[in-house]
């Protein structure tokens, strides 16, 4: 059953996007946004009937800022403005992604700074509730506003563009004739308000963002089975000593491991227990504590843009003016998102560390490779798959926000390749949930090799981890498929619910 969200340009959370975007909530407009919609509209033609230049409304866009448009050739300035930007190429973004960027576009305008016509909301809204969804090309944007990308929303608006409804990529407008909706007619500002935003980076990072806090979630609870494979050390997770420390994000993570491992055979003395372990294991707070403070600064600032405005020029109702601005450079949460990146990459190497240390039985005391008995080759050539999946991870966390060049007649000169970055750091998280499923793999068999008492969300772990992947007992399956299995269990809710969240 689907619920309702009501967008009123102050309140969208990331969560909200994600579910407006999975199909799992329709949206309205409060009263009072589409009040101030009514007035922001009228304030824009009292400015333009003063004579006030006002950019994509009475002049161009562009380079072609300072030519005249007229009331009557406004109609054809806004078509002839949504067709020579869509120049987007490459594949389309999902249908997910694109109801995303709408519903933030939408919760944009509803700050009233945009001044378009209020219709074009109300067929933004219908369009989500009606699933029919743009058909958006994901590459071209230099992420200074996507505009090459969200002028094919603003085709599909006029009823031009193409869009996915009910299973089929058909015109809009055969979509709107099916539903008793019609197609808009742009008039004053409205091209420049649908299509001058950063929605699409931004829709895009709501997901990257909710997929880096569930891999998170699972990588916390990976590392403590796999210090329960290692036969590891408990006294890092001391709370004294990460008090000590005071990064809250830190304390955090100690403390959700504590917990994970409540009542495991590690918190009994060992004489075969070395006094310290390697820096992969001990470390695991600092650096995932790190990393969840990377993802809160992302998050924050984030919620900040989906409901702020990012338009140029930014209409300002208290003092009844409108003014050119940069308010469409969204660097400090691209900046966010490109620093959680790196930090994803610090997660990768103590995963691929951890899965090389629980191989050797210098470490585990355990077989090598992890094998059930001596005629099994079992985890050699595994290391090949995480080592590769490392090595593309830290080469999409190098920084590309600023390779940009200047453009629209030197005047466009800065960005922030902000969906590339979004896409990059979406690649980064699938690798790593691959380089988290090994190192669950190697845990999972070393737990069971050890045969110990386990934690208690741990030993949950275990269970369904092989309610996915058998013990491998002889070299008789193709790993390629376990890995692939254990890979989509993390992706999935399954494996977080099996374990953590059952406790």
């Known amino acids: 059953m689907q619920t309702k969200i009501v967008l009123d340009g102050r309140s969208l959370t990331l969560d909200a996007v994600r579910a407006v975007a999975r199909g799992e909530a329709q949206v309205e407009l409060s009263p009072s946004s589409a009040e101030l919609l009514k007035e922001s509209r009228k304030l824009v033609f009292e400015l333009s009937d003063r004579g006030i230049p006002i950019y994509g409304c009475n002049r161009g866009v562009g380079w072609n800022k300072d030519k005249k448009v007229t009331k009557e050739f406004i109609a054809q300035f806004n078509s002839n403005m949504m067709h020579s930007h869509a120049v987007g190429v490459g594949p389309h973004a999902s249908k997910e992604e694109a109801r995303a960027a709408v519903v933030v576009r939408l919760n944009n305008l509803l700050s009233g700074c945009t001044g378009l016509s209020p219709e074009i909301a109300l067929m933004m809204r219908d369009m989500l509730n009606h699933d029919i969804v743009p058909l958006i090309p994901a590459k071209g944007s230099v992420g200074e506003a996507d505009i090459v990308n969200l002028s094919h929303l603003g085709l599909a608006l006029m009823g031009e563009g193409k869009v996915f409804y009910k299973d089929k990529i058909v015109v809009a407008d055969e979509a709107f004739k099916a539903e008793g909706l019609s197609a808009i007619v742009l008039a004053e500002k ?43 050390n408990v006294s890092a997770l001391r709370e004294g000593a990460h008090k000590a420390r005071r990064y809250p994000k830190q304390i955090e993570t100690a403390a959700r491991m504590r917990e994970y491992l409540k009542g495991s055979y590690l918190y009994e003395s060992d004489a075969e227990r070395p006094l310290q372990d390697p820096l992969s294991f001990r470390c695991v707070p600092q650096v995932h504590g790190a990393v969840r403070t990377a993802l809160d600064y992302a998050k924050e600032n984030l919620e900040i843009h989906l409901n702020s405005s990012d338009d140029n020029p930014c209409l300002l109702m208290d003092e009844r003016d409108i003014t050119s601005c940069g308010n469409f450079d969204p660097l400090c949460w691209v900046l966010g998102v490109e620093n959680l990146g790196v930090a994803l990459s610090h997660v990768s190497k103590l995963s691929c560390l951890r899965s090389i240390k629980l191989a050797s039985p210098g470490f585990t005391k355990l077989s090598r490779h992890l094998t059930p008995n001596d005629s099994t080759i079992a985890f050699s050539t595994i290391q090949k798959i995480y080592a590769n999946m490392d090595a593309e991870i830290r080469l999409l966390a190098a920084p590309i926000s600023m390779d940009t060049f200047a453009l629209a007649g030197d005047m466009e000169d800065i960005g922030t390749n902000a969906p590339l970055v979004m896409q990059k750091t979406k690649r980064i998280i699938e690798c790593l949930f691959y380089v988290l499923a090994i190192e669950l793999i190697h845990a999972g068999q070393a737990m069971d090799l050890r045969g110990a008492r386990y934690g208690a969300a741990t030993a949950k772990g275990l269970e369904a981890l092989r309610g996915t992947m058998p013990f491998y007992s002889a070299d008789n399956r193709i790993l390629s498929d376990d890995i692939e299995n254990v890979r989509a269990l993390l992706e999935s809710e399954e494996f977080l619910n099996k374990s953590v969240r059952s406790l």
Request: charged content about 10%; hydrophobic content about 55%.
């Open 190 to 232: 409205d091209g420049l308000a649908v299509l001058s935003s950063n929605a699409l980076s931004a829709g895009l990072a709501c997901s990257v963002l909710s997929a880096a806090e569930h891999l998170m979630d699972a990588a916390d609870l990976i590392a403590c089975m796999s210090l329960e494979g290692l036969n590891g």
